[in-house]
């Protein structure tokens, strides 16, 4: 295997006076789709902030395409080329569809100056947002908010995407077409992070999973051997995904 995009080694973060992640290791593969499973408050989110440097590692090192990241500031992050999807969407409900994206695509000035065969190529993953361009993004239904939310992310090129819980509260149809869009993702350069709590969604997915606990990872593999192994997910996860089909 080549070496990875990023690494956490021995990380650990303190929010205020609460220890959250307690030596986190993780490695995620160049190009590939890694998934961050765990029940709730077990650090998934805190991972994906302390990567971002939306919040700082108290302790240990977070390399990107080998350099260290752990002490920049989170616009020196996203230009090196890390777009984080917040579980939150990050979108302004008062602003347009247009110029939600507009304010993502920094090397646009206007709307003119996006690049439109790229634009061209995220309405063919998410229609909804043509059809809705000059929409205040507020009005919006969750699926379509949430769809804005990865687009925004992806309007320029990235070579590593975060993105935290992206199904949570979808409609079936609309987490199918979440699915469809990732995939196509994976098709591209961009290595992806995710964060999920539908684990059918993950296992469809997943090219690599790791899976976190009281803020430390506890297991790492394929996503292929975990789907396989009801009594692996019974014991890191309390439930198997095949009760999620």
Same mark, same amino acid.
């Given at each position: 295997m080549s070496e990875p995009l990023l690494q956490l080694e021995g990380v650990h973060t303190h929010i205020g006076a609460y220890h959250i992640l307690h030596g986190v290791d993780l490695e995620v593969a160049r190009g590939e789709l890694? &998934?961050?499973?765990?029940?709730?408050?077990a650090g998934k989110t805190t991972t994906?902030?302390? =990567?971002m440097?939306?919040?700082?590692?108290s302790k240990g090192? &977070?390399?990107f395409q080998g350099e260290d990241i752990t002490a920049r500031r989170t616009p020196e992050i996203a230009r090196a080329g890390i777009a984080y999807v917040p579980e939150n969407m990050g979108i302004f409900s008062d602003l347009t569809v247009r110029e939600n994206m507009l304010l993502a695509a920094r090397s646009a000035g206007r709307a003119e100056d996006m690049d439109r065969e790229r634009l061209d190529w995220i309405f063919g993953?998410? $229609?909804a947002l043509k059809r809705f361009w000059q929409y205040p993004a507020g009005l919006l239904s969750g699926g379509q908010k949430q769809m804005l939310a990865v687009a925004r992310a992806i309007i320029e090129p990235r070579h590593l995407l975060l993105v935290d819980e992206p199904s949570k509260g979808?409609? $079936?149809? =609309? =987490?199918?077409?979440? =699915?469809?869009?990732?995939?196509?993702?994976k098709q591209t350069d961009t290595t992806i992070l995710l964060v999920e709590q539908n684990f059918n969604f993950a296992r469809q997915l997943g090219d690599q999973v790791a &899976?976190?606990?009281?803020g430390r990872i506890v297991?790492?593999?394929t996503m292929a051997a975990l789907a396989g192994d009801e009594a692996l997910q019974q014991r890191l996860l309390g439930l198997s995904l095949a009760s999620h089909q």
């Amino acid at each position: 295997m080549s070496e990875p995009l990023l690494q956490l080694e021995g990380v650990h973060t303190h929010i205020g006076a609460y220890h959250i992640l307690h030596g986190v290791d993780l490695e995620v593969a160049r190009g590939e789709l890694t &998934v961050l499973l765990g029940r709730n408050g077990a650090g998934k989110t805190t991972t994906l902030r302390t =990567i971002m440097g939306l919040w700082r590692a108290s302790k240990g090192c &977070v390399r990107f395409q080998g350099e260290d990241i752990t002490a920049r500031r989170t616009p020196e992050i996203a230009r090196a080329g890390i777009a984080y999807v917040p579980e939150n969407m990050g979108i302004f409900s008062d602003l347009t569809v247009r110029e939600n994206m507009l304010l993502a695509a920094r090397s646009a000035g206007r709307a003119e100056d996006m690049d439109r065969e790229r634009l061209d190529w995220i309405f063919g993953l998410f $229609p909804a947002l043509k059809r809705f361009w000059q929409y205040p993004a507020g009005l919006l239904s969750g699926g379509q908010k949430q769809m804005l939310a990865v687009a925004r992310a992806i309007i320029e090129p990235r070579h590593l995407l975060l993105v935290d819980e992206p199904s949570k509260g979808l409609a $079936p149809a =609309i =987490i199918q077409n979440m =699915i469809a869009a990732f995939r196509e993702l994976k098709q591209t350069d961009t290595t992806i992070l995710l964060v999920e709590q539908n684990f059918n969604f993950a296992r469809q997915l997943g090219d690599q999973v790791a &899976v976190m606990d009281g803020g430390r990872i506890v297991h790492a593999g394929t996503m292929a051997a975990l789907a396989g192994d009801e009594a692996l997910q019974q014991r890191l996860l309390g439930l198997s995904l095949a009760s999620h089909q």
